[in-house]
């Protein structure tokens, strides 16, 4: 799963919260997976794909670049 933008990567919707997704979780297309903060509008972002979540590439809080890998999913 990629960035669809450039921006600072979220695993949970707010500190208090549980991450949206961890390794094992099964996806589809309409998985939330993450928060991206760009120009603070918190854009949520979802799988796109079919899978279980096998790495998170990104650690929590850090920025992340426009098409950077952040989920690593197997079928």
């Known amino acids: 799963i990629k960035s669809p933008m450039i921006g600072t990567f979220y695993r949970a919707p707010s500190p208090e919260s549980a991450n949206y997704v961890e390794i094992g979780t099964e996806v589809n297309a309409e998985t939330v997976v993450c928060i991206i903060e760009a120009m603070k509008v918190m854009?949520?972002?979802?799988?796109?794909?079919r899978g279980t979540i096998a790495r998170v590439l990104v650690e929590d809080?850090?920025?992340?670049?426009y098409g950077q890998p952040l989920f690593e999913l197997k079928a």
């Open 61 to 65: 809080g850090k920025p992340v670049q």
């Open 43 to 49: 854009n949520e972002i979802k799988a796109e794909a």
